[in-house]
T-cell receptor
Protein backbone atom coordinates (compact mmCIF):
# COMPACT_ATOMS: atom_id res chain seq x y z
CA UNK A 1 0.00 0.00 0.00
CA UNK A 2 0.80 3.73 0.09
CA UNK A 3 2.07 4.22 -3.44
CA UNK A 4 2.89 7.64 -4.85
CA UNK A 5 3.25 8.02 -8.60
CA UNK A 6 5.23 10.93 -10.02
CA UNK A 7 5.48 11.99 -13.66
CA UNK A 8 7.46 12.62 -15.67
CA UNK A 9 10.61 10.82 -14.55
CA UNK A 10 12.76 13.26 -16.42
CA UNK A 11 12.32 16.31 -18.57
CA UNK A 12 14.62 18.53 -20.58
CA UNK A 13 13.30 21.96 -21.41
CA UNK A 14 14.52 25.19 -22.86
CA UNK A 15 15.23 28.17 -20.68
CA UNK A 16 12.16 30.35 -20.27
CA UNK A 17 9.60 27.60 -20.68
CA UNK A 18 7.37 26.08 -17.99
CA UNK A 19 7.31 22.51 -16.80
CA UNK A 20 4.56 20.69 -14.90
CA UNK A 21 5.25 17.76 -12.60
CA UNK A 22 2.43 15.57 -11.32
CA UNK A 23 2.25 13.65 -8.08
CA UNK A 24 -0.55 11.15 -7.45
CA UNK A 25 -1.37 9.01 -4.47
CA UNK A 26 -2.60 5.79 -6.02
CA UNK A 27 -4.17 3.87 -3.17
CA UNK A 28 -4.83 6.46 -0.51
CA UNK A 29 -6.05 9.99 -0.12
CA UNK A 30 -3.64 12.71 0.87
CA UNK A 31 -4.88 16.06 2.10
CA UNK A 32 -1.27 17.11 2.36
CA UNK A 33 1.63 16.45 0.02
CA UNK A 34 5.16 17.74 0.19
CA UNK A 35 7.53 18.87 -2.53
CA UNK A 36 11.28 18.52 -2.15
CA UNK A 37 14.23 19.51 -4.29
CA UNK A 38 17.57 17.79 -4.27
CA UNK A 39 20.75 19.08 -5.88
CA UNK A 40 23.57 16.61 -6.63
CA UNK A 41 25.19 15.16 -3.54
CA UNK A 42 22.97 17.19 -1.26
CA UNK A 43 20.05 16.47 0.99
CA UNK A 44 16.39 16.76 0.14
CA UNK A 45 15.25 20.27 0.90
CA UNK A 46 11.60 20.93 1.52
CA UNK A 47 10.19 23.47 -0.90
CA UNK A 48 6.54 23.60 0.00
CA UNK A 49 3.61 21.87 1.60
CA UNK A 50 0.68 21.31 -0.72
CA UNK A 51 -2.77 21.43 0.88
CA UNK A 52 -5.88 20.10 -0.84
CA UNK A 53 -8.32 22.88 -1.51
CA UNK A 54 -6.17 25.67 -0.16
CA UNK A 55 -2.97 27.55 -0.87
CA UNK A 56 0.37 25.87 -0.55
CA UNK A 57 2.76 26.79 2.22
CA UNK A 58 6.20 27.68 0.93
CA UNK A 59 9.48 27.41 2.79
CA UNK A 60 11.58 30.47 3.26
CA UNK A 61 13.51 31.40 0.15
CA UNK A 62 11.26 29.51 -2.26
CA UNK A 63 9.57 31.76 -4.82
CA UNK A 64 5.88 30.95 -4.83
CA UNK A 65 5.33 32.74 -8.13
CA UNK A 66 7.98 30.61 -9.77
CA UNK A 67 7.00 27.27 -8.29
CA UNK A 68 3.24 27.04 -8.64
CA UNK A 69 1.58 24.31 -6.65
CA UNK A 70 -1.96 23.10 -7.19
CA UNK A 71 -3.61 20.44 -5.05
CA UNK A 72 -6.97 20.15 -6.72
CA UNK A 73 -8.01 16.76 -5.39
CA UNK A 74 -7.22 14.37 -2.56
CA UNK A 75 -5.00 12.32 -4.84
CA UNK A 76 -3.24 14.84 -7.09
CA UNK A 77 -0.77 17.64 -6.54
CA UNK A 78 1.10 19.41 -9.32
CA UNK A 79 4.23 21.53 -9.29
CA UNK A 80 4.78 23.91 -12.20
CA UNK A 81 8.19 25.44 -12.63
CA UNK A 82 7.51 28.65 -14.51
CA UNK A 83 10.06 30.39 -16.73
CA UNK A 84 12.62 27.76 -15.92
CA UNK A 85 16.31 28.63 -15.92
CA UNK A 86 19.41 26.43 -15.79
CA UNK A 87 19.75 26.98 -12.04
CA UNK A 88 16.35 25.29 -11.60
CA UNK A 89 17.83 22.06 -12.90
CA UNK A 90 17.45 19.59 -10.07
CA UNK A 91 15.77 16.44 -8.83
CA UNK A 92 12.23 17.19 -7.66
CA UNK A 93 10.47 14.68 -5.42
CA UNK A 94 7.01 14.66 -3.91
CA UNK A 95 5.88 12.75 -0.87
CA UNK A 96 2.74 12.01 1.07
CA UNK A 97 1.52 9.94 3.95
CA UNK A 98 -1.91 8.37 4.38
CA UNK A 99 -3.99 10.52 6.69
CA UNK A 100 -4.23 9.29 10.23
CA UNK A 101 -1.52 6.67 9.92
CA UNK A 102 1.11 7.79 12.33
CA UNK A 103 2.95 4.52 12.10
CA UNK A 104 3.73 4.88 8.42
CA UNK A 105 6.62 6.76 6.97
CA UNK A 106 6.20 9.23 4.20
CA UNK A 107 6.06 7.62 0.78
CA UNK A 108 8.01 9.27 -2.00
CA UNK A 109 7.35 9.49 -5.68
CA UNK A 110 10.09 8.28 -7.98
CA UNK A 111 11.27 11.82 -8.59
CA UNK A 112 11.59 14.04 -11.64
CA UNK A 113 14.98 15.05 -12.96
CA UNK A 114 14.64 18.47 -14.55
CA UNK A 115 17.31 19.75 -16.88
CA UNK A 116 16.97 23.28 -18.22
CA UNK A 117 19.14 24.05 -21.23
CA UNK B 1 15.26 22.90 11.70
CA UNK B 2 17.53 20.42 9.98
CA UNK B 3 18.71 17.49 12.12
CA UNK B 4 22.43 16.82 12.29
CA UNK B 5 23.76 13.51 11.03
CA UNK B 6 27.10 11.88 11.65
CA UNK B 7 29.30 10.63 10.20
CA UNK B 8 29.08 12.30 6.79
CA UNK B 9 30.50 9.24 5.09
CA UNK B 10 31.70 5.78 5.97
CA UNK B 11 33.32 2.94 4.09
CA UNK B 12 32.81 -0.61 5.26
CA UNK B 13 33.91 -4.02 4.18
CA UNK B 14 31.20 -6.64 3.79
CA UNK B 15 30.26 -8.04 7.16
CA UNK B 16 31.30 -5.01 9.19
CA UNK B 17 28.94 -2.98 11.35
CA UNK B 18 28.12 0.71 11.27
CA UNK B 19 26.22 3.26 13.33
CA UNK B 20 24.71 6.44 11.96
CA UNK B 21 23.59 9.11 14.37
CA UNK B 22 20.94 11.79 14.08
CA UNK B 23 20.31 14.59 16.54
CA UNK B 24 18.00 17.56 16.73
CA UNK B 25 17.95 20.76 18.71
CA UNK B 26 14.15 20.67 18.79
CA UNK B 27 11.71 18.32 20.47
CA UNK B 28 10.83 15.45 18.18
CA UNK B 29 7.56 13.68 17.55
CA UNK B 30 9.05 11.01 15.36
CA UNK B 31 12.22 10.03 13.57
CA UNK B 32 12.23 8.48 10.11
CA UNK B 33 15.08 6.70 8.39
CA UNK B 34 15.49 6.43 4.61
CA UNK B 35 18.06 5.04 2.22
CA UNK B 36 18.61 6.55 -1.20
CA UNK B 37 20.49 4.95 -4.06
CA UNK B 38 22.07 7.19 -6.65
CA UNK B 39 19.49 8.68 -9.01
CA UNK B 40 16.55 7.14 -7.18
CA UNK B 41 13.96 8.36 -4.71
CA UNK B 42 14.47 7.69 -1.00
CA UNK B 43 13.15 4.39 0.30
CA UNK B 44 11.52 4.26 3.72
CA UNK B 45 13.34 2.04 6.23
CA UNK B 46 11.56 2.65 9.51
CA UNK B 47 9.86 5.14 11.76
CA UNK B 48 10.31 5.55 15.50
CA UNK B 49 7.51 7.19 17.37
CA UNK B 50 8.22 6.94 21.05
CA UNK B 51 11.21 7.83 23.13
CA UNK B 52 13.13 4.73 23.92
CA UNK B 53 11.61 2.82 21.03
CA UNK B 54 13.83 0.41 19.21
CA UNK B 55 12.96 -1.26 15.99
CA UNK B 56 14.63 -3.48 13.47
CA UNK B 57 14.23 -5.28 10.21
CA UNK B 58 16.65 -8.03 9.35
CA UNK B 59 20.07 -6.60 10.16
CA UNK B 60 19.12 -2.95 10.25
CA UNK B 61 17.77 -1.50 13.48
CA UNK B 62 17.28 1.88 15.08
CA UNK B 63 16.72 3.49 18.42
CA UNK B 64 15.17 6.77 19.52
CA UNK B 65 16.13 8.63 22.68
CA UNK B 66 13.40 11.22 23.01
CA UNK B 67 14.97 13.01 25.95
CA UNK B 68 18.24 13.50 24.17
CA UNK B 69 16.44 14.17 20.88
CA UNK B 70 18.67 11.63 19.21
CA UNK B 71 18.29 8.57 17.07
CA UNK B 72 20.78 6.01 15.83
CA UNK B 73 20.64 3.58 12.93
CA UNK B 74 22.55 0.33 13.32
CA UNK B 75 23.66 -1.72 10.34
CA UNK B 76 24.92 -5.16 11.27
CA UNK B 77 26.97 -7.48 9.10
CA UNK B 78 26.72 -5.07 6.19
CA UNK B 79 26.01 -6.28 2.68
CA UNK B 80 26.91 -4.70 -0.64
CA UNK B 81 23.25 -3.80 -1.08
CA UNK B 82 23.42 -1.53 1.96
CA UNK B 83 25.44 1.02 0.00
CA UNK B 84 23.70 4.32 -0.46
CA UNK B 85 23.01 7.56 1.32
CA UNK B 86 21.10 7.29 4.57
CA UNK B 87 18.92 10.16 5.68
CA UNK B 88 17.21 10.70 8.95
CA UNK B 89 14.09 12.81 8.87
CA UNK B 90 12.47 14.40 11.84
CA UNK B 91 8.93 15.51 12.47
CA UNK B 92 8.00 17.93 15.24
CA UNK B 93 4.66 18.06 16.99
CA UNK B 94 1.59 18.61 14.82
CA UNK B 95 1.37 17.82 11.12
CA UNK B 96 4.72 19.36 10.36
CA UNK B 97 6.61 18.18 7.30
CA UNK B 98 9.53 15.82 7.33
CA UNK B 99 12.86 17.64 7.49
CA UNK B 100 15.93 15.70 6.43
CA UNK B 101 19.47 15.70 7.70
CA UNK B 102 22.32 16.13 5.23
CA UNK B 103 22.75 12.40 4.87
CA UNK B 104 25.44 9.81 5.50
CA UNK B 105 27.04 8.22 2.49
CA UNK B 106 27.67 4.54 3.16
CA UNK B 107 29.84 2.48 0.86
CA UNK B 108 30.17 -1.26 1.38
CA UNK B 109 33.03 -2.90 -0.46
CA UNK B 110 33.82 -6.55 -0.99
Amino acid sequence: GAVVSQHPSWVICKSGTSVKIECRSLDFQATTMFWYRQFPKQSLMLMATSNEGSKATYEQGVEKDKFLINHASLTLSTLTVTSAHPEDSSFYICSARPTGTGNYGYTFGSGTRLTVV
Amino acid sequence: QQPVQSPQAVILREGEDAVINCSSSKALYSVHWYRQKHGEAPVFLMILLKGGEQKGHEKISASFNEKKQQSSLYLTASQLSYSGTYFCGTVGSGNTPLVFGKGTRLSVIA
